[in-house]
C-alpha cells in the first residue's frame, strides 16, 4: 500500500490548465466586467464627501428600520472616518456589495429552479455541499490562476463561498409555501408563472431575506481572505498589520469590519422582518379568498 497513491491532484491540475487554455477569454471577458463594476461602485463610494456618503447611508438605515439604526450607522461611519480608515472600508464595501449583489442573482434563481425541480435540487444539494465545507483559501488558487492578483480573484473567490446559502434559503422557502394556497391558484386558473410571482416568491420572501442575510455576511467573512491576493480594503490593511505585527493597525481595521457588518447585518434582518410582516399579510388576504372556492365545492 505504500506505493499506492490515486493522482487525484495531477487530474485537477490537468483540469484548471485545459480550462485556462480553452476559457481564457471568456475569463479575461469576466474579469473585465467585474473590474469595471468594481471600479464603479468604488469611485461613488470614495469620491463625494466622506459626510455626504454617511448621510446616504443612514439615511437608509433610518428608512428601514428607524432612530437607533440611523444613529447608530452615523455613529459607526464617524468612528472609521476618525481612525483612518475610511477609503479601506469603502473599497471593502463596494467588494462585499458586488460580490453579493452576484451571488444573490445567481443564487435565488438555482434555488428557485431547485424547489420546482426534484432532480434539480438532488444534483444542487451536494454541489452546495462541496462550497460550503471547502476551506475558503482554497477557493483563491483557481481564482488566481484564472483571474491574476486584485480585487477579481477576491470577489470571484467571495461569491463561491457565500452563494449557497441563498440557494438554500431560496428553495426552503419556495418548498415552506402552503400546499393549500397553491392548489387554490391551480384551481382559479393561474399559470405556474403567475404562481411563483403572485403566490410563492411573496410567501417565501422572509426565507429568500434570511439567506439574502446570510450571504452578504459570509461575504464580509472573506474580506481579510481577499485582501491576501491584492483584494485592498480593510483586509489588506489587516494582511499589512499581520506582517508588522502591528497590534494598532489590526485592531483599527478589524473594528472598521466589525462596524460594516453590524450596518449591513442590522440593515437585511430589518428588511427581512418587513419582507415577514408582509408575507403575513398576504397568508391573511389569501384565506378569504380560498373560502368562497371551498363553499362552491362543499354545496356542489
Not at 487525484?8 to 463594476?37: H, K, M, S, T, Y
Not at 469620491?47 to 456618503?53: D, G, K, M, Q, S
Not at 433610518?62 to 432612530?67: C, F, I, Q, T
Not at 478589524?254 to 427581512?272: F, Q
Amino acid at each position: 500500500m505504500e506505493g499506492l497513491r490515486l493522482p487525484l491532484g495531477d487530474a485537477v491540475e490537468a483540469f484548471v490548465g485545459f480550462l485556462g487554455d480553452a476559457l481564457g477569454w471568456l475569463f479575461d471577458a469576466i474579469a473585465l466586467a467585474l473590474a469595471v463594476v468594481y471600479d464603479g461602485l468604488d469611485w461613488a463610494l470614495r469620491t463625494p464627501p466622506f459626510w455626504a456618503v454617511i448621510l446616504v447611508l443612514a439615511a437608509v438605515a433610518l428608512w428601514v428600520k428607524g432612530v437607533r439604526l440611523g444613529v447608530g450607522t452615523a455613529l459607526g461611519l464617524v468612528l472609521i472616518v476618525a481612525v483612518d480608515q475610511w477609503d479601506a472600508a469603502m473599497e471593502t464595501l463596494a467588494l462585499v456589495l458586488v460580490a453579493s449583489a452576484i451571488a444573490i442573482a445567481i443564487g435565488i434563481p438555482v434555488g428557485i429552479w431547485a424547489a420546482r425541480n426534484d432532480h434539480v435540487s438532488r444534483v444542487v444539494r451536494p454541489a452546495l455541499d462541496f462550497l460550503q465545507t471547502m476551506p475558503a483559501f482554497v477557493y483563491l488558487i483557481p481564482a488566481i490562476i484564472f483571474f491574476g492578483v486584485g480585487a477579481v480573484p477576491g470577489m470571484i473567490a467571495t461569491i463561491l463561498f457565500a452563494l449557497a446559502p441563498g440557494v438554500r434559503l431560496t428553495e426552503l422557502g419556495i418548498r415552506g409555501v402552503d400546499a393549500e394556497v397553491v392548489e387554490a391558484g391551480h384551481a382559479f386558473g393561474a399559470t405556474p408563472g403567475r404562481i411563483l410571482r403572485q403566490i410563492q416568491l411573496p410567501l417565501a420572501l422572509p426565507s429568500i431575506m434570511a439567506g439574502v442575510n446570510q450571504v452578504i455576511m459570509l461575504s464580509l467573512s472573506m474580506v481579510v481572505i481577499a485582501g491576501m491576493v491584492g483584494a485592498g480594503g480593510l483586509g489588506g490593511e489587516i494582511v499589512r498589520a499581520i506582517g508588522r505585527i502591528d497590534v494598532g493597525l489590526g485592531f483599527e481595521a478589524g473594528i472598521a469590519v466589525v462596524i460594516i457588518a453590524m450596518i449591513l447585518d442590522r440593515t437585511t434582518s430589518a428588511l427581512a422582518v418587513q419582507s415577514r410582516r408582509t408575507g403575513r399579510g398576504r397568508r391573511a388576504s389569501t384565506r378569504p379568498a380560498s373560502a368562497p372556492a371551498e363553499t362552491a365545492a362543499t354545496a356542489a
